[in-house]
């Protein structure tokens, strides 16, 4: 075994208690620490020998080279490469209507190269060119210096050469919008300049090569930039490919989000569209045509929106998409190559709706991402102004499942749910509106936004239980509100095993269901069960048995609209099944205890329905925030809705309800089914349901 391998040039390499973190041009890469030894070896030279040696076993060793030929499929090591290029003397100089920003000032520059190219352009003599390696807040300094001429940006490390348009001396607002897009795209680079590290950016000379036969085609690009069109263009220098990229312009203008967050008064919202499994304002081909420019992996929201192939069996349409999430130093999440990218899927019975689904749970969960201009107040709940709701009263857990968050040899405590109780100390509050009362109300921090970088997150996390996206304040109200009250009625059937009735598909349209029959008959068995409860809003399981295996798949709905809550279930069973996104989630399918709650009971009688619909929003959002205040559930609402964003988002609290993940200190999930006369004894935590449904 001779091969050497190295850690490719094009990445720079930055060591952490964690593990090596190698940054690229457009990609990074996480080596986990236990795979340390190898890792610093790489970066002056692995032999393929060195993995077998005397003092490693022979199971360890295979661990390792499969660990080296994953990363070299990958592109992360190669055989012998070439040195990676120090800084040269061409850093520092310049030529007139030409820059350098600091990001390349430890990179080798091919600056009379770039001369060339600017001077064989179109743009030469009418505009600044700067030369980066990074879009940050650097290049703001070189824009406003240049007050004759309006600026033009140019990324020009790595495969991927970037242009913008450009910027006048007095557009500091737009840059620094750019670059916050672009900033949020690269969350890897933050968490670590917040471990202290400064960043330089990796440089290597077949790069050079590949300029100089694209030296045309550069020219060819800069001339054909529209000066005035918002957006970044990029150019591949090995496919040649060009690809635009939106920049978002869009701005709430005088929003006051602080403001705006925690004073929310409900305006009347009549529905205009119900022909997509819903209730909207607005169609879903208008809602799309809004959100497709905040899709790009470098300036937007949305990473990308992509269509999951299915197999040719399926007729339901599923859309995947993802966005970019910060780590911190302290943050609860540990980093791993899955820490900085979150994964959604979309669901509807058309590719328009699919999509639009898999945008908005997309921005609904951006949003929710600590930004830093939330201003919180620090105190003790005890301490408190204004009627409160603890960490404990959102999320109750049970003493044992405090115990087992804090037993570090216990499973639990691993669990992203995992959380120390909270005992009256001094943390972060923030406010919600209560929908009854119409006042404000404080709620832990950290349950409103994700992803902060504050140490109150030990004693609860925000969770996407109760966010959701719409057109307005209104539709996106509703939406959170049947999510609570559907997880709510999953629990209480789930962890109690009540026998409930079952919802007829005759009530439903014939293309929707030969459609699914399309994509479940051939190899399950399925059925819609009614697990409504005393909330009085229609929930719908739809349960799907595999016939080779026995295995069951789940799909939920909830609406006012009981045929709409039946096709939300039956979608999402389908989705699910096709993507087999429940064979990868941590929930086993295997496990399920099964028994005669899964099945539907024709002794059984449905609950009663008591909230109607109306064609006002409003109207039916008041309604089922009375029946849960019947109840002694009182709604809190929050508008994270973003400035920049042209969708509203919020988040929706009822403490009280249930939630489908098990919090075992809540007496709601054992007492309703006797309360409704399901059962005549409530079950207890050790009685319940055992398995988490953690789906």
């Keep these: 075994m001779k091969e050497i391998y190295l850690i490719s040039d094009e990445f720079s390499t930055y060591p952490t208690d964690y593990g090596l973190f190698l940054l690229g041009d457009n990609s990074h890469y996480f080596i986990d620490r236990q795979y340390l030894p190898i890792a610093n070896s790489l970066k002056s030279g692995l032999s393929a020998s060195d993995l077998f040696g005397s003092d490693i076993s022979i199971y360890e060793s295979a661990v390792l080279f499969k660990k080296i030929e994953d990363l070299k499929a990958s592109g992360i090591i190669v055989e012998h490469s070439g040195q990676r290029l120090e800084g040269v003397s061409q850093v520092r100089e310049t030529f007139e209507g030409l820059c350098i920003s600091e990001s390349l000032q430890s990179s080798f520059i091919p600056v009379e190269f770039w001369r060339e190219v600017v001077e064989s352009s179109q743009l030469n003599g009418r505009l600044n060119v700067i030369l980066t390696a990074k879009l940050d807040l650097s290049l703001i300094h070189l824009i406003e210096q240049s007050v004759k001429k309006p600026s033009i940006v140019i990324k020009i490390t790595g495969k991927d050469i970037w242009v913008t348009r450009p910027f006048a001396h007095t557009e500091r607002q737009n840059v620094e919008a750019l670059i916050s897009q672009v900033s949020a795209n690269t969350p890897f680079e933050g968490y670590l300049k917040s471990l202290g590290h400064d960043l330089y950016y990796a440089s290597y000379k077949s790069n050079l090569d590949l300029l100089k036969e694209n030296k045309a085609r550069l020219v060819s690009l800069l001339n054909c930039i529209d000066l005035k069109e918002d957006t970044i263009t990029t150019f591949c220098l090995v496919n040649t490919k060009e690809a635009k990229h939106n920049v978002n312009t869009f701005i709430r203008q005088g929003y006051d989000f602080n403001k705006e967050s925690s004073h929310v008064e409900l305006a009347d919202c009549f529905v205009n569209y119900k022909h997509d499994c819903g209730t909207r304002v607005q169609s879903p081909h208008s809602t799309l045509d809004k959100l497709m420019p905040l899709i790009s992996p470098i300036t ?212 929707l269901l030969e459609r699914c029959d399309q994509t479940l008959g051939k190899d399950f068995d399925y059925w819609l069960l009614d697990i409504t409860n005393d909330v009085g809003v229609t929930v719908i399981a739809a349960i799907g048995r595999e016939k080779a295996s026995g295995k069951y798949s789940f799909g939920f709905g909830c609406h006012i609209v009981e045929e709409i809550a039946a096709q939300r279930a039956l979608t999402e069973l389908c989705q699910l099944i096709a993507a087999k996104e429940q064979n990868s989630c941590i929930f086993d399918r295997s496990k399920i205890d099964t028994g005669n709650y899964l099945m539907p009971h024709e002794d059984v009688l449905p609950a009663n329905k008591s909230i109607q619909f109306s064609e006002n929003l409003k109207v039916m959002i008041e309604a089922i925030a009375k029946q849960l205040d019947t109840l002694n559930i009182e709604v809190l609402l929050l508008n994270y809705t973003r400035p920049d964003i042209p969708i509203n988002t919020v988040k929706l609290f009822a403490p009280g309800l249930c939630h489908m993940w098990p919090q075992l200190g809540n007496p709601r999930l054992y007492q309703t089914p006797v309360k409704l006369g399901w059962q005549e004894e409530a079950l207890t935590e050790q009685t319940i349901n055992q398995q988490g449904l953690y789906i």
């Design 300 to 511: 937007g929201v949305i990473t990308h929106l992509e269509k999951e192939e299915l197999g040719a069996y399926s007729s339901i349409p599923v859309y995947k998409a993802a966005y970019n999430k910060p780590l911190y130093k302290n943050s609860f999440e540990r980093p791993s190559n899955e820490a900085f990218i979150q994964g959604t899927m979309g669901k509807g019975e058309t590719d328009i709706q699919s999509q639009v689904s898999a945008i908005c749970e997309t921005i609904e969960r951006f949003s929710a991402i600590f930004k830093g201009y939330e201003i919180p107040i620090k105190s003790c709940q005890s301490k408190l102004d204004l009627y409160s709701y603890s960490y404990h009263d959102l999320a109750p857990y049970s003493e044992a499942q405090y115990r087992n968050f804090n037993t570090p040899e216990h499973s639990d405590s691993k669990r992203k749910q995992a959380c120390r109780k909270y005992t009256d100390q001094e943390t972060l509050w923030y406010k919600a509106t209560s929908l009854i009362k119409k006042s404000p109300v404080y709620v832990p921090f950290t349950f409103c936004f994700s992803n902060t970088p504050f140490e109150d997150e030990k004693f609860g996390r925000w969770h996407s239980n109760g966010c959701a996206a719409g057109n307005t304040i209104e539709e996106a109200t509703l939406q959170g509100l049947l999510e609570l009250i559907e997880r709510d009625a999953i629990a209480i059937w789930w962890y109690n095993k009540v026998a409930r009735p079952a919802f007829s598909m005759d009530k439903l349209a014939t293309t």
